[in-house]
């Protein structure tokens, strides 16, 4: 899926490209308190382990993903599918290798990243 149509078919727009594309939809602290972005990844695109000192809320709105906690395999998730990732919780979350992954991620408190996520595991998937 090209960029341009990838764009025209999801809600917010595409956004900033980092490894994957961050648009921010809410950074008013007041009243929530928390930050909303709408993360886009490429297919094969994830980010690194990372830990969320307040936690996470993850809401998935097009595509073909994977979550991760640590110590527990990985979760395929779809459109509609919602994540409740509780504080201090090491995960990572991404595309599959053939699909864009689009979310919501609502995320109230700082992020600690860490290590990346192994390429060689990462296509057993």
């Known amino acids: 899926m090209k960029n341009e149509q ?3 078919s999801t809600i917010f727009p595409l956004g900033q490209k980092l490894d994957a594309y961050l648009q921010m939809v809410f950074t008013d602290p007041t009243p ?8 886009t990844f490429a297919p094969g ?3 690194n382990w990372h830990t969320h000192q307040v936690g996470q809320v ?3 709105t097009g595509g073909n993903g994977w979550y991760q906690e640590e110590g ?13 990732i509780p504080p201090h919780v090491k995960h990572w ?3 599959t290798k053939d699909s864009w992954f689009v979310h919501l991620a609502m995320t109230p408190g ?4 860490l290590e990346a996520v192994d390429d060689e595991w990462f296509a057993k998937l």
Do not use: F, K, M
Not at 33 to 38: F, Y
């Open 58 to 60: 993850l809401l998935v």
């Open 93 to 95: 979350h991404g595309a």
């Open 32 to 39: 929530l308190n928390t930050s909303i972005g709408n993360v």
């Open 6 to 8: 990838l764009s025209n």
């Open 110 to 113: 700082p992020t600690d990243w």
């Open 45 to 47: 695109a994830r980010n």
């Open 72 to 84: 527990q395999p990985a979760r395929s998730l779809t459109t509609g599918e919602v994540v409740n």
